[in-house]
């Protein structure tokens, strides 16, 4: 039997893993377990397991392990290195309750790298110790020490636009796509919720027909309270394509705005939106922050800190951005200096950043994003959403951080270093140059754009020319009209990395799986 961690022990391989902080906050309920206890009996009137299972921030030896169930009680999970279980690993985890929306998570350690781990996680019922309910199975494959192929998806923005789950247009049918592509994980480059984006009972399409929406009461209205937020994370678990999903493939997400509200800023206040009793973005989001972290396979850390970074082995390590949390207001993002006002990263994130790709030994470089780099996303009629301010000239306001960036990894020699993000609504893979640039010092890269899972299809959009990008291809040609997940035109990409030359080959793909366009990337090893 494996025993549990202590806090301190915890805390300390969260540091070495990579995770930015070393205390675990006081609302994560029994993260330091109780002494375990053996199931006995195992009977359906005991604690259930309706939303399945996840697992989440797999590295060499260690994944997180998330469910839920119906009532208090405490998780356990099972683990083994083949399917049967014939040889059986037991980690007892927390007791969860009403104060976590009953989802826990389970930290498992000392696993074998590089390889097919199946797990199961049922819950044991606090009135009744020692009787589980019944398991829920689910599998992962952990990080190689070695330099054997790695392949992983990516793709962001589920159920937004009033596209809910409809059963009669295949449900969630993205997620089954991706499933069968069999990556190793999964990246969720945010907009993982539409918290923002109310459920109608249907919508008229265009082809005559009508889009009927399951529906629920949280997903009834803008989500406000605790309850409502978690109730939309929980909305996306009754499509049977994600939760299958969830049980195959490892989930590494990072957060955007509908998470909260479109294009939302610290410090916001919700003065002419209507729909909202609550005008306060910053209680918004610190209700929205605890529901993410409830519903995600995240390693929990005292600050609920998003950006993290994940290894992979030495091919492939992930650097997960925060855009959302250190932002400057939304502005038409022309400071001439660097200032609090023309913050996106911030700047004790950017710093991390920096230093933590001077310090990977991998030898790609994947910077995770929930938002593009270049590509030109409004608020309103004057402010700009993203990086990029439309003027294509020199780096000013936000792209001041890309540039810094940008010199720094051209100074120390930071080689292959690609980046990967959603949000817009369409797929396109862009390349940068600094011949084609106002600010030139940096090295060529490439950007790739994916999305949406399962929401309104839009764009392109239009590029700005301070880092000299070019679309290499777009999923969608210029003046597409709007669409959604009653056509194909829904998006994941994918990134295969070869162990024996190092090619990284990204490939674009369609809702039910068809290749739409390929590059093979060679790595830099000077």
């Known amino acids: 039997m494996r025993s549990r961690l202590s806090r301190r022990q915890f805390s300390t391989r969260l540091v070495r893993a990579g995770v930015a902080a070393a205390t675990l906050p006081a609302w994560i309920p029994g993260w ?14 005991l604690p259930q397991v309706p939303q399945g299972v996840m697992s989440g921030d797999v590295t060499a030896d260690t994944a997180v392990i998330w469910s839920r169930t119906d009532r208090t009680a405490r998780m356990v999970v099972e683990w083994s290195r083949n ?21 826990a998570k389970t930290l498992l350690t000392d696993l074998p790298a590089g390889e097919r781990i199946f797990y199961r996680a049922r819950f044991e019922d606090r009135g009744t110790p020692g009787e589980v309910g019944p398991a829920a199975a689910g599998e992962l494959i952990t990080a190689p020490r070695d330099r054997r192929d790695i392949l992983f998806a990516w793709s962001g923005d589920t159920a937004g636009q009033g596209f809910g789950i409809d059963p009669a247009h295949g449900g969630m049918k993205t997620y089954a796509s991706i499933m069968e592509a069999r990556p190793d994980f999964f990246v969720h480059s945010g907009d993982t919720i539409y918290a923002d984006n109310p459920l109608s009972s249907g919508m008229s399409l265009p082809d005559g027909t009508v889009w009927r929406n399951v529906l629920t009461a949280e997903k009834a209205k803008v989500a406000e309270t605790l309850a409502e937020f978690r109730g939309n994370h929980r909305y996306n678990l009754l499509d049977s394509h994600v939760r299958a999903f969830n049980s195959r493939v490892p989930v590494l997400a990072q957060w955007d705005d509908h998470e909260v509200r479109n294009n939302w800023y610290p410090g916001q206040k919700l003065l002419e939106d209507s729909r909202y009793t609550e005008k306060s973005v910053d209680v918004l989001s610190t209700r929205a922050r605890r529901a993410f972290f409830d519903y995600m396979p995240m390693r929990p850390s005292a600050d609920s800190i998003i950006y993290r970074t994940v290894a992979r082995g030495p091919l492939c390590e992930l650097f997960f951005l925060d855009l959302r949390s250190y932002r400057g207001a939304n502005s038409p993002n022309r400071q001439p200096v660097r200032s609090r006002e023309a913050d996106f990263m911030g700047v004790t994130q950017l710093e ?3 230093q933590s790709l ?39 306001g936000r792209e001041q951080e890309i540039a810094d960036l940008l010199a720094f990894k051209k100074r120390h020699a930071i080689r292959n270093v690609i980046w990967l993000t959603a949000d817009v609504h369409y ?13 030139t010092e940096f090295d060529p890269f490439w950007e790739f754009v994916s999305g949406p899972l399962h929401s309104m299809t839009l764009g392109p959009n239009p590029l700005d020319g301070t880092f000299g990008p070019v679309a290499r291809w777009n999923s969608r040609p210029e003046g597409s009209p709007a669409s959604g997940p009653f056509t194909n035109e829904q998006y994941f990409g994918t990134v295969r990395v070869n162990g024996k030359t190092g090619v990284a080959t990204v490939t674009h793909f369609n809702r039910v799986g068809t290749r739409l366009w390929s590059t093979d990337l060679e790595a830099q090893t000077v």
């Open 352 to 354: 991390w950043l920096k």
């Open 358 to 396: 001077l310090a990977s030994r991998s030898l790609w470089k994947v910077i995770c994003t929930d938002m593009p780099l270049s590509l030109l996303v409004t608020d309103g009629a004057r402010d700009w959403e993203a990086w990029a301010n439309g003027d294509n000239g020199v780096p000013l």
């Open 427 to 439: 797929a396109a893979s862009h390349h940068y140059d600094p011949s084609r640039a106002k600010f």
């Open 83 to 103: 399917e049967r279980f014939t040889e059986v690993s037991r980690v007892v985890g927390p007791v969860t309750g009403p104060e976590a929306d009953f989802t």
């Open 32 to 45: 330091a377990a109780d002494s375990p206890s053996s199931p006995a009996v195992i009977s359906g009137s």
